[in-house]
């Protein structure tokens, strides 16, 4: 079983699954260390018995082959030596069976702050957080929420958006549905788009050569949030273009809110396909004006401000 085996029919048991995590992460990790042991006990007792926990961490604990008891003995001689192994799979691995070997002897938290110059069980329990429990928890997380198909536990925090609120993978791209000779005027879209941090869907970069045109259209229009239809003098409501219509109809119908149908119309283009007047439509008069437009009708949006990592 591997890690997208573990999802769960029920969306709403995916959620809760994920609710429940996060709660007994925080506690293990931020309440007071007087109700340490108690919160490590439920901590350890959701994972055990978790189907989305255990299709995370049940495929990959019977490869650990790191001796836990030797690393117990290397982290608190003096000096202390702490080392994992450079295997994703095996590091989680290990730090799990780590923070299992703690309920069988909970002293192992006491002398590794021993190991590292803390005499006192408050510092300790801070330490063994520090070194064991904040990378288990910071690698399962990512890891049930790729298994989950939605975005992390920590994109909630950090973004203050309920869980019901987060896209899955396949759910946000932008399908930009144009004729091929205005491709230079959608890729004056599609760029920008990108750069923001959005997922714009393009024939050219998102259909492999000699897949099934149709198939991979329909895919196209089921992972995305919006169509965006670019109207130009150019713009002849034919074959592909009437297919994609009618595929973008359909997926409002299925999606509601979730699903946008956007139509750009420059100055002096055809006529705006009747099949589409009932959706958000919009004279424009540049690009510039497009943009803002989309942006503005778009069901999603991006995340908090943050500083580039080049300027931090």
């Known amino acids: 079983m591997n890690a997208s085996d573990a999802r769960l029919d ?13 709660s007994r992460r925080d506690d293990l990790l931020h309440e007071d260390v007087s109700t340490f042991n108690h919160h490590f006990e439920r901590f350890l007792e959701y994972c055990g018995t978790d189907p989305l926990v255990r299709g995370v961490l049940g495929p990959i604990e019977p490869n650990s082959t790191t001796d836990v008891g030797q690393w117990w003995n290397s982290a608190t001689n003096r000096p202390p030596r702490l080392s994992f192994p450079a295997d994703a799979d095996e590091e989680l691995a290990l730090l799990y069976r780590i923070i299992k070997s703690v309920q069988e002897q ?20 801070e330490l063994f957080r520090t070194l064991v429990l904040r990378p288990f928890l910071a690698e399962l997380s990512q890891r049930l929420g790729t298994a989950a198909d939605l975005a992390t536990p920590e994109a909630r925090d950090l973004q203050a958006v309920p869980l019901n609120r987060l896209l899955g993978r ?22 920008p788009l990108k750069v923001l941090g959005f ?24 992972e995305s949030c919006a169509a965006v239809f670019f109207i130009t003098a150019n713009f002849v409501d034919e ?23 956007i139509t750009l ?11 589409l007047m009932p959706y958000i439509y919009k004279d424009i008069a540049n690009d510039l004006e497009g943009f803002h437009s989309l942006l503005r009708a778009l069901p999603i949006e991006l995340g908090a401000k943050r500083w580039k990592a080049d300027v931090v």
Do not use: C
């Open 106 to 125: 909970p002293a192992h938290i006491f002398h590794l702050g021993i190991a590292h110059g803390q005499n006192k069980h408050d510092s300790s329990v």
């Open 265 to 275: 119309r420059y100055t002096d283009a055809s006529p705006v396909p009747g099949l």
């Open 10 to 22: 029920d969306k709403e048991e995916v959620l809760n699954s994920l609710r429940k995590f996060k």
């Open 239 to 261: 074959k592909y273009l009437a297919t994609e219509v009618d595929y973008a109809i359909m997926q409002k119908r299925a999606k509601g809110n979730k699903f946008a149908i």
């Open 170 to 191: 396949s759910e946000g791209k932008i399908f930009l549905s144009h004729k091929s000779v205005d491709k230079p005027l959608v890729y004056r879209y599609y760029q």
């Open 199 to 222: 997922d714009p869907w393009l024939d050219e970069s998102n259909m492999p050569v000699g897949s099934n045109l149709e198939r991979e259209l329909l895919r196209g229009f089921q």
